[in-house]
T-cell receptor, first 109, second 114 residues
Framework: RKEVEQDPGPFNVPEGATVAFNCTYS??????FFWYRQDCRKEPKLLMS???SGNEDGRFTAQLNRASQYISLLIRDSKLSDSATYLC??????????FGAGTRLTVKP | NAGVMQNPRHLVRRRGQEARLRCSPM?????VYWYRQLPEEGLKFMVY????????ESGMPKERFSAEFPKEGPSILRIQQVVRGDSAAYFC????????????FGPGTRLTVT
């Protein structure tokens, strides 16, 4: 099993739709979790950290499920500009962050 | 507040030449990470450095690749005797306190080996 696993997609959704991605991780001792977005041929940009209690930033909601070892990202009211690849990042150990391979999202008019 | 800077943005090398990629972390950040991304693939961790120390180089190929982060100046990723398979985007990231904290990425260096 991969340390950090994401559904590669692509997810093709219409504008205004709600879409959710999951990311599973293998190390139950992992403590830090993040979502990044990466546009084509650009650097990853931090979207949000994921806290144990869940957190929300505008249209974006991130949640952590420790029992099942996954994190999720929910995007409401999708915009065309949300089209990107979404990367989940999990720390395996104090010096070991692992990136998922990414989930590609395309929002269509 | 300047972000992470990388140069050059694009680098073309012939097989057998050396490639030197530079990364200046964000102000106040002393932790630097290098990643490689092949076309249509995910990010692969290469090395984690603090000033004058390599903390984790478990992702570095055993030969031809080296990295440093001197007391003064940028971090350098060096690839000796490049081969076509080294063609990729190389991203540098920095963080203020260590790998458990969020990392901020530079724009990357796209290396093309001809």
């Amino acid at each position: 099993r991969k340390e950090v696993e994401q559904d590669p997609g692509p997810f093709n959704v219409p504008e205004g739709a709600t879409v959710a991605f999951n990311c599973t991780y293998s190390n139950s001792a992992s403590q830090s979790f993040f979502w990044y977005r990466q546009d084509c041929r650009k650097e990853p940009k931090l979207l949000m950290s994921v806290y144990s209690s869940g957190n929300e930033d505008g249209r974006f909601t991130a949640q952590l499920n420790r029992a099942s070892q996954y994190i999720s990202l929910l995007i409401r009211d999708s915009k065309l500009s949300d089209s990107a690849t979404y990367l989940c990042v999990v720390n395996q150990d104090i010096n070991d962050m692992r990136f998922g391979a990414g989930t590609r999202l395309t929002v269509k008019p | 507040n300047a972000g992470v800077m990388q140069n050059p943005r694009h680098l073309v090398r012939r097989r057998g030449q050396e490639a030197r990629l530079r990364c200046s972390p964000m102000k106040g950040h002393s932790h630097v990470y290098w990643y490689r991304q092949l076309p249509e693939e995910g990010l692969k961790f290469m090395v984690y450095l603090q000033k004058e120390n390599i903390i984790d180089e478990s992702g570095m190929p055993k030969e031809r690749f080296s990295a440093e982060f001197p007391k003064e100046g940028p971090s350098i990723l060096r690839i000796q005797q490049v081969v076509r398979g080294d063609s990729a985007a190389y991203f540098c990231a920095s963080s203020p306190r260590g790998q458990s904290y969020e990392q901020y990425f530079g724009p990357g260096t796209r290396l093309t080996v001809t």
